[in-house]
């Protein structure tokens, strides 16, 4: 609504070429994109906003050198610069560290993973979180942990234990990717994509669903996510929900699917076939009604004549 207000009363029906207008024009889009940028500074929602002033700006056709954006996006690129390094080096410093004392080691493989969380004892529960939560993110494949679960606990505690672990994993990924660099981003992606990125904004959670079912936890995907418009609860529930079918049937068929050295038997191809072919009929036919209620939306929209 706000948005088709502003548009209605700066624009009007058909953008005026006139000098003088368009100067008008100019100076009330100055006006409002300033508004919108100290609105966006305190409001949740500040996307939605800092994209309307970049539209104003375009359809005004402010040139870049005097767009009042300019500050703000010097100002968003130089914010927490120190914090931003400290964090990087400091994940350096700890990854680094953990390869010198062996941790990789340790999460190498499924197998290795199970020896050595039965070697701790009770304290496996939490190092397998703690190891799933801190390495997966930066390199360790989740399938190791995923796998290694069901061969030394019980498939219920395996599901539990893998579900904490994964979304650990991925709340860690995303939020680094976001702090790290969503504004380094932000500022310089193309417009042909960032319509793209518009776009899964608005359909945030099925894309976040969709994604997580198919293609489960691999580090670009955190990455992706996490730099793209895509909210942290939206991520969080679209995860949550998005991990269950697969982990469920991994930790449940994990006797029959893996040995005990956790590699795969033959016996579970036909299982692994069914969970990537439910899981991509699931999203075809998900898109297939997002287009089919799209042209329906388009059908219903009143025409101006």
Avoid at 56 to 63: A, D, F, H, I
Avoid at 104 to 130: D, T
Avoid at 224 to 249: A, D, E, N
Wanted: contains cysteine; charged residues 15%; proline residues 6%.
């Amino acid at each position: 609504m706000l948005q088709q207000l502003v548009r209605e009363q700066v624009f009007g029906s058909e953008p005026e070429k006139d000098g003088r207008k368009q100067a008008a024009k100019n100076q009330i889009a100055r006006i409002v994109v300033h508004s919108l940028l100290e609105t966006a500074d305190e409001l949740e929602h500040a996307s939605f906003y800092a994209e309307l002033a970049a539209e104003l700006e375009r359809k005004c056709e402010v040139p870049e050198s005097e767009s009042i954006r300019a500050p703000a996006r010097r100002a968003a690129t130089q914010r927490f610069p120190v914090a931003k390094l400290g964090v990087v080096a400091l994940v350096g410093l700890g990854l680094g560290l953990a390869y010198h004392f062996g941790a990789f080691a340790g999460v190498s493989s499924p197998e290795q993973l199970a020896h050595s969380m039965r070697a701790l004892g009770v304290w496996g529960y939490v190092a397998f979180v703690v190891a799933y939560a801190v390495f997966q993110p930066f390199g360790v494949p989740g399938t190791v942990f995923v796998i290694a679960a069901p061969l030394i606990w019980p498939w219920p505690i395996a599901f539990a234990l893998s579900m904490v672990g994964t979304m650990s994993a991925s709340v860690i990924g995303f939020s680094f990717a976001r702090f790290v660099a969503r504004d380094w981003v932000a500022q310089r992606i193309p417009e042909r994509f960032a319509k793209h990125d518009r776009a899964i904004e608005r359909h945030g959670f099925q894309t976040v669903f969709f994604l997580r079912l198919i293609f489960w936890m691999p580090q670009v995907l955190h990455s992706f996510l996490g730099v793209s418009k895509v909210r942290f609860s939206t991520h969080f529930w679209g995860s949550l929900l998005g991990y269950i079918p697969p982990l469920l049937l991994l930790s449940y068929l994990a006797g029959t699917m893996f040995d005990a050295n956790g590699k795969i038997n033959s016996a579970a191809w036909p299982p692994l076939a069914g969970l990537v072919g439910t899981s991509l009929l699931l999203a075809a036919l998900a898109r297939a009604f997002e287009r089919r209620r799209a042209a329906r939306a388009t059908a219903a929209t009143p025409t101006n004549d």
